[in-house]
């Protein structure tokens, strides 16, 4: 048992590496292991990766097979600190010169262990107004080309905007979303320069390894979606994203119990379906200003070819919230769309909550719709997310 110094309680550790490691296995998804250096030390980091990578022969290892684990886990992913940046509260912060002084170490600590892993550095978290977050990405981006693999990187959709300013309806959609792209936009600026710089030095990704946008009606929904579209935006960029949290998916009512809202066919939508290639598309349409940001497209879309089955999913969200709006969507001259659209839409009401009696009225609304010279003609309804399915030929 111990104090839990970040969250408050107390931790009695009755999940630790062992019982995680086997619920990823059990989920199919992969490890990602973040050691601590706000309080910890690289010690503790090399003993951790020799518990779970080095199979026998050191003392960490061999108490992993002690305790029943004989073969090892072999993580691949390791975070060198997390949230390091956020001064107002995180335990052993750092400034960028000095995360980077330690990181580095552990670095080399950690690829002594086991020179197969891939490392995430510390990106920015904490974005206050002044801009430090984006010295301190720059600093961690040019000490650590080379070295890692990722670059680390937090955005929750709420804490882009202002709390007396969250129930407007175009500022929650428009400034969330253009504040989100940014988030992602600055840092591949940055990559682009040291790219220019050392150019004989392997370039960092980005994982955006703790994002979402919470709240229990379409508009949530809308945001989180966008967030999505922003992956595929910039996929040759952003090859890693953790939601926060998983359980999030679902819904809960205290006395009736746990559902899937409309939140949970929207990541389902894009998990199943958006797996390929993410193709540059054209959009034009009417746009809107916020505070901030100027031209936001009221369409928001992405593309996702599936080579395996030859199918496009083109995933729109339309960001108006009263408008439907009718577009024309159209392939290349070398690829013929065949068949029929296959239609999925997620719609709802921007005032109401969501609600466990209404679980059964929460799932997409799936239709047909037909093509005609390689084109096809939909409306979009107003704060809607629609993702259509094209056959190739």
């Not at 993580?75 to 330690?102: Q, R």
């Not at 746990?258 to 959009?283: I, M």
């Amino acid at each position: 048992m111990r104090k839990d110094l970040a969250w408050g309680g107390y931790d009695p550790n009755h999940v630790g590496t062992d019982e995680w490691i086997k619920l990823n296995k059990a989920m199919g998804s992969e490890n990602v292991i973040c050691i601590n250096l706000g309080l910890g030390d690289i010690d503790n980091a090399r003993y951790w990766i020799e518990y779970t990578n080095i199979k026998n022969g050191t003392y960490y290892s061999d108490l992993r097979a002690k305790y029943g684990n004989p073969e090892p886990y072999n993580v691949k992913y390791w975070c060198l600190g997390n949230e390091v940046d956020g001064s107002p509260w995180i335990m052993g912060y750092k400034n960028a010169e000095d995360y980077c002084k330690i990181a580095l170490q552990a670095a080399k600590a950690l690829k002594a262990v086991d020179p197969s892993i891939k490392l995430i550095a510390n990106g920015s978290s904490y974005y206050e107004p002044t801009g430090i977050w984006i010295e301190w990405n720059r600093r961690v981006i040019r000490e650590f080309t080379g070295v890692a693999d990722y670059l680390s990187v937090h955005r929750y959709w709420r804490d882009a905007l202002d709390e007396d300013k969250r129930d407007d309806y175009y500022y929650f959609m428009g400034e969330g979303a253009m504040d989100f792209e940014e988030k992602i936009t600055t840092p591949k600026a940055l990559v682009d320069i040291t790219k220019a710089l050392y150019p004989e030095k392997e370039s960092l990704y980005l994982s955006v390894d703790e994002w979402g946008a919470f709240g229990g009606d379409i508009r949530s929904v809308l945001a989180n979606a966008m967030c999505l579209n922003s992956f595929i935006h910039h996929a040759g960029f952003v090859k890693m994203a953790n939601f926060t949290m998983m359980t999030s998916l679902l819904a809960t009512d205290q006395e009736k119990g746990t559902y899937k809202s409309p939140l949970f066919y929207a990541f389902k939508l894009f998990s199943d379906n958006c797996r390929g290639k993410s193709l540059d598309t054209y959009v034009q349409c009417d746009t809107y200003d916020t505070d901030k940001f100027q031209d936001i497209p009221y369409l928001d879309v992405t593309t996702v070819y599936s080579e395996s089955i030859k199918t496009v999913y083109v995933n729109v969200i339309n960001r108006h919230r009263d408008k439907s709006i009718t577009t024309e969507i159209s392939g290349n001259a070398e690829e013929q769309f065949t068949g029929k659209a296959r239609i999925s839409s997620i719609e709802g009401d921007p005032a109401e909550t969501f609600s466990y009696d209404k679980k059964d009225q929460y799932t997409p609304v799936v239709k047909e719709a037909g093509i005609n010279n390689n084109r096809l003609t939909y409306t979009f309804p107003p704060h809607s997310l629609t993702q259509i399915a094209l056959t190739i030929k």
